[in-house]
């Protein structure tokens, strides 16, 4: 069986996904491509579709004519060659939000061809006009338009016009007919959301499938030169991880309030912070900015030696976060928005409403005097998150088990 993947990258989080998956193909007997549109690769034998200049372009085309997902007709065409040169038996798509493809020529495509087709909903673009997250609005579901995140949002922003009612009608009729077609929600929250779709409710097989991590290296470990260094075991450490801390979406600003108040009352509290931060003026001296971490062992080092793991996002579908945390053995707290605390183990984890952040406060202390054997919480989660377990759900899907 010939399997191809498309997706934005070949490397960050969606990138290991399709990483995980090309590796398990090949061990398995399988001729397994890579398509991808930007970004750094280091497989050789993955195929770049889109030049930088090609992407810029789009991106550009986009914040004027308000279409993002349009465009880009000379990498659409390369990949439509591929496919035609190829001819795969099953086509994976990931995220395809990168300015690199023209989503609805890509779809129409598969569909006329009748290739199989499999779709893993990363993000929620695919079933609205055009924005990641919907953030409680619901016109995604009988028809967007006069979108309020066209400028400032989970759209990706425009100029001059909204045009997210074009979008939302061509993405509504790529999927319209298109039988051969295989939805895959990386969260059942994000399957509740996209079952009530007008995209996906002719009968199309929706099929919940975690994104999976390398449990070889999220695992619980020792870290002993990072206990040291942090004064562990006499100080609790709370850990938060991010993509960008100053983010709105991602809720820096909680964490700086929540460190506030623990710097009241606990001189043994330390919160780590790892991930991109932009200068900030003024903040506890109980939050140390750690920085960008890309080694995944040195990451897991890290979750080993916590306490506890902090989400603060507003909006998440999934949550690699909450996953690795919970394999390396360490409970998470967080608010409720979303993904996480639909995948989440329930008795290594406390979520609470976006308004509570008493709840919060006292929930990481729950977590971190409590007793919560690490063991036990990467033992099973080790069992949920696997990227052996994501692999073979994959691999049934692909062969229509």
């Known amino acids: 069986m010939k399997v191809l993947q498309i997706n934005t990258y070949a490397t960050g989080s969606t990138g290991k996904i399709v990483v995980q998956l090309h590796e398990m193909l090949l061990r398995n007997g399988y001729e397994s491509i890579v398509m991808y549109g930007r970004g750094n690769c280091f ?38 060659r591929a496919i035609d040169e190829i001819k ?17 020529k890509l ?32 016109k995604w579901k009988s028809g967007c338009s006069n979108c309020p995140q066209i400028r400032n949002g989970t759209h990706p922003r425009s100029w001059f016009f909204d045009n997210t009612k074009y ?3 061509s993405m509504r009729s790529s999927f319209e007919g298109f039988d051969n077609l295989v939805i895959c929600p990386v969260s059942d ?27 070889s290296i999220y695992h619980p470990k020792d870290a002993f030169a990072l206990q040291e260094m942090y004064g562990k075991p006499e100080r609790k450490i709370i850990l938060h991880v991010t993509p960008d801390f100053s983010h709105p979406l991602k809720g820096g600003n909680r964490v700086i309030e929540l460190a506030e108040m623990f710097q009241e009352r606990f001189d043994d509290v330390l919160f780590l912070v790892i991930g991109k931060a932009d200068a900030i003026e003024k903040y506890p001296d109980n939050i140390v900015f750690v920085g960008e971490i890309s ?24 949550s690699m976060v909450t996953v690795e945390s919970l394999c390396c053995g360490t409970p998470v707290v967080g608010f409720r928005s979303g993904g996480p605390e639909s995948i989440a183990l329930r008795e290594f984890s406390l979520f609470f409403d ?48």
């Open 295 to 318: 080694n995944e062992n040195k990451l897991a080092d890290y979750y080993s030696i916590a306490d506890v793991t902090l989400l603060t996002s507003v909006r998440e579908t999934y």
């Open 43 to 80: 497989h050789d034998d993955f195929l770049r579709c889109a030049k930088p200049i090609e992407v810029k372009a789009q991106s550009l085309l986009s914040k004027v004519s308000g279409v993002p997902y349009g465009g880009c007709p000379l990498s659409t065409n390369r990949v439509l």
């Open 167 to 169: 979008e939302w009608e």
């Open 189 to 215: 929250w994000v399957r509740m959301n996209a079952e009530r779709s007008p995209f996906f409710n002719n009968g199309v097989k929706i099929s919940t499938v975690n994104n999976g991590v390398d449990t």
């Open 88 to 104: 795969p038996d099953v086509v994976h798509l990931h995220c395809l939000n990168g300015y690199f493809i023209n989503v609805y």
């Open 107 to 138: 779809l129409n495509y598969l569909k006329e061809a009748g290739v199989r087709t499999i779709l893993t909903l990363h993000a929620e673009f695919m079933y609205t006009g055009g924005c990641t997250h919907t953030l409680g609005c619901e």
């Open 354 to 401: 976006q308004a509570d952040l008493n709840g919060i406060f006292g929930g990481l202390i729950e977590i971190m005097y409590g007793t919560y054997p690490k063991e036990a919480c990467a033992e099973k989660a080790s069992k949920l998150y696997s990227a052996e377990v994501m692999a073979a759900q994959y691999e049934k899907l692909y062969r229509d088990e």
